[in-house]
Every structure is written in structure tokens, then in C-alpha cells.
């Protein structure tokens, strides 16, 4: 869906709006993907979607819909499908990090929170520092996945857990 803009300005006389420019040329795509919904289970970081087959989902889904954006665009996103399907915020940020740096886009994360902003920028500074690759990421999403599927409990936080993993 492309978004034209078009400018307003109100006649103080009338409640009624009055147009003073044409449609401009487009100047913004939104694109729209579907997120997994784990609300069933509660919203609770839970172990069904720490999981290697969802997770490769969601970020297959992610990278194909980054990679067809049009070029030299931003993607400007933040905690897609952890409203009301109840997804994981930092797996969900870890899969658009690296779904937009495999289709090699720029990304803007709208964290809406200095705490999970703080978290998610040192994470991605420490990866970029220690040149870690997509598919090194990935792996280590997997060593956690499995983690997660022998305590059958999350064991620690993810962005700690690929921190330390890199170190």
C-alpha cells in the first residue's frame, strides 16, 4: 500500500477543510506481515515460541517482507506480534535485526521503553563489534532454543544469553 500525502488547512469560518495542494508523489510504503499468535497459551514469555520452526517462520516471513520493500527504504518497526499475540518482544526484535540486515535495509526499532532500548542496543553493538554474522545469530537463537527445551522453562534472558554467547 503506498501512502500519498496531501496538506490541509482549516477556514476559520467553516468547520469544514479546505485542501491547498494536489496529491504528492508517494512517499511512503506500508507493508503488512502476520505474526504467529500465542495468546492461547498467555502472554507469558513461553516456551512454545522459543522454538527453532516458529522462529524460522516468523523470520523467513520477515526477510521475505523486508527484501521486497522497495530499495534504499528504511524499515521503521518495532514489537510486531507482541501486542495481543502475546510474542516474545526480544526474540521478535532479534528476528527483524536479522531479517533486515540479510536483505540489507536499514532498520528503526520503535522500542517504546528505555529499558528494552538500552538492552536491545547493546546487544546489537556487541554483534556488530565481534562481527557476528546472521547465521552465527541463528545458531545461537538454536543453542537457546534448545536450552529452552531441556529446562522447559526460558533459562535466562535472550539478549543476555547472545551477549554472553559472543563474548
Not at 81 to 102: E, N, T
Not at 119 to 135: C, E, F, M, N, R
Request: with cysteine; glycine share 6%; hydrophobic share 40%.
Amino acid at each position: 500500500m503506498k501512502l500519498s500525502m496531501r496538506s490541509a488547512r482549516s477556514n476559520r469560518s467553516s468547520p469544514a477543510l479546505s485542501f491547498n495542494a494536489p496529491f504528492l508523489k508517494p512517499r511512503t510504503t506500508l507493508i503488512a506481515m502476520d505474526a504467529l499468535d500465542f495468546s492461547q497459551r498467555g502472554c507469558s514469555p513461553g516456551v512454545m515460541q522459543h522454538h527453532t520452526q516458529a522462529t524460522l517462520r516468523e523470520l523467513n516471513k520477515a526477510y521475505c517482507t523486508f527484501s521486497r520493500s522497495p530499495p534504499n527504504v528504511c524499515i521503521a518497526t518495532g514489537h510486531w506480534g507482541c501486542g495481543v499475540f502475546c510474542g516474545s518482544r526480544p526474540l521478535k526484535a532479534a528476528v527483524q535485526v536479522m531479517a533486515a540486515s540479510q536483505s540489507g535495509r536499514d532498520l528503526l526499532y520503535f522500542t517504546q521503553e528505555e529499558t528494552f532500548d538500552v538492552q536491545l542496543s547493546t546487544t546489537i553493538s556487541t554483534l556488530v563489534a565481534k562481527h557476528v554474522s546472521v547465521g552465527q545469530v541463528w545458531n545461537a537463537l538454536c543453542a537457546f532454543f534448545s536450552l529452552v527445551e531441556q529446562q522447559a522453562s526460558l533459562p535466562a534472558q535472550l539478549f543476555g544469553f547472545l551477549v554472553h554467547h559472543f563474548k
